[in-house]
């Protein structure tokens, strides 16, 4: 089964690009929207690392998420498609001072907070300004996740957060400072996490946490679960949507939610992924010694996750009805790890056919570079070429 693309417009387009199908995309916006109106106080931001392309973001806005930065340029992305401030977050382990000042100047949701040197210099900015920063501290739960060891984030080992002994020092150091408001908690396991077991680990660890903290009558205001649930690379047509259900539902049932809390989510694979499709040309048909190489004008400049990652995108030649034949998939790029696939099935393809790499929406656009000066792949919304 392969997806159905608008070839004639398509074949107008300079390749390689991304497209995104703007109806994935909403009906995925609404799978969230309806899922989460079942649940009292559940607030999903959408994490602009997965893609800020405009008309993306655009969408995603108007569904009314909140966003999720991890840098000044993101928050500059969120707020000039139209984000309202008061729900941006804003985690990274590294804040510069001039992203501090804009997070600041904006009064944004929440600094999710990774250390005491940052804590600190927060302060001292905020005290600048006359502004009281709200503070969210993201805790290193080491729960471990079954997904890819480059994108685990929530082990001990890694570089993120504070750690769980640390917390309760951390929340006093913040109630002594005039000038940071201590407002939740923060936590993020890792992503393309398709095992509901996972995040339950993490429901359990936070209720625990939480016994601790009110035995110290430390009080918390909301709670901040990351993003994290993955996708089904292997049939983008068959499940377009992820199972937002499983997920949302998982944390209602597992987490102890105290009265008047907010549950947050930073969710971006799941909401961009499906949507987005790497569009290339065949340039050359070559035959190798034991192979055929399909080269496409496409490299690991465009779509780096196969390269980085080992990872799977499904490959389709939406340009040819022929017979399935096996090919390499690779790009033009001077790097041996320039392959999207080896030996899979596609449909006989020839100079000049479209091949599309598929689930492509999410770190794919915005991970592209310029490596052998290229130019950066541009993107297109469906209802608009
Ligand atoms: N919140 C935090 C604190 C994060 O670090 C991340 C992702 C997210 C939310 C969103 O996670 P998601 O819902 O998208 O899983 N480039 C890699 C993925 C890196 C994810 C980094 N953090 C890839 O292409 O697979």
């Not at 893609?51 to 928050?75: F, K, M, Q, T, Y």
């Not at 109630?175 to 936590?187: C, D, I």
């Not at 983008?236 to 009265?259: E, G, S």
């Amino acid at each position: 089964m392969k997806g159905i693309f608008p070839i004639e417009k398509l074949e107008r387009i300079q390749t390689p690009f991304y497209y995104y199908d703007s109806e994935v995309l909403r009906t995925t916006l609404s799978a969230i929207n309806s899922e989460i109106q079942k649940h009292e106080g559940f607030v999903v931001h959408y994490a602009i690392k997965a893609n800020a392309n405009p008309g993306v973001l655009r969408l995603i806005r108007e569904a009314g998420l909140g966003a999720d930065c991890v840098s000044g340029g993101e928050i500059e992305a969120a707020l000039k498609a139209g984000f309202a401030s008061n729900k941006i977050v804003y985690a990274g382990v590294g804040k510069s001072d001039w992203e501090i000042n804009l997070g600041l100047d904006n009064d944004i949701f929440s600094f999710n907070v990774e250390s005491i040197p940052e804590l600190e210099v927060i302060n001292q900015l905020a005290r600048l300004k006359g502004k009281v920063a709200k503070v969210a501290f993201r805790i290193n739960p080491n729960v471990g996740a079954h997904t890819h060891a480059n994108i685990t984030t929530g082990l001990a080992e890694n570089k993120f957060g504070i750690a769980m002994q640390d917390m309760e020092t951390v929340i006093e150091r913040a109630t002594q400072m005039e000038n940071v408001k201590f407002v939740g908690l923060h936590f993020h396991i890792g992503s393309q996490i398709l095992d509901m077991g996972d995040f339950e680990a993490l429901c359990n660890r936070i209720n625990d946490l939480q016994t601790q903290l009110e035995n110290h009558h430390i009080r918390v205001g909301n709670i901040n679960v990351g993003g994290g649930l993955g996708i089904d690379y292997q049939h983008p047509n068959r499940v377009p949507v992820p199972d937002f259900k499983a997920y949302f539902d998982t944390y209602a049932k597992k987490l102890k939610l105290r009265p008047g809390q907010t549950l947050h989510f930073e969710l971006g694979r799941a909401v961009v992924a499906q949507c987005g499709s790497l569009i290339a040309r065949t340039l050359y048909i070559k035959e190798g010694t034991h192979k055929k190489f399909c080269i496409i004008d496409a490299g690991m400049t465009d779509l780096i996750r196969p390269a980085l990652y080992q990872a799977y995108h499904k490959i389709e030649n939406i340009g040819s009805e022929e017979p399935l034949e096996a090919y390499d998939v690779v790009g033009p790029i001077c790097e041996s790890s320039d392959v999207f696939a080896k030996q899979i099935d596609l449909n006989r393809a020839h100079r000049g056919d479209l091949i599309a790499i598929r689930s492509a929406g999410a770190y794919g656009e915005i991970m592209a570079s310029q490596y052998n000066c290229r130019k950066l792949p541009q993107g297109y919304m469906s209802d608009e070429i």
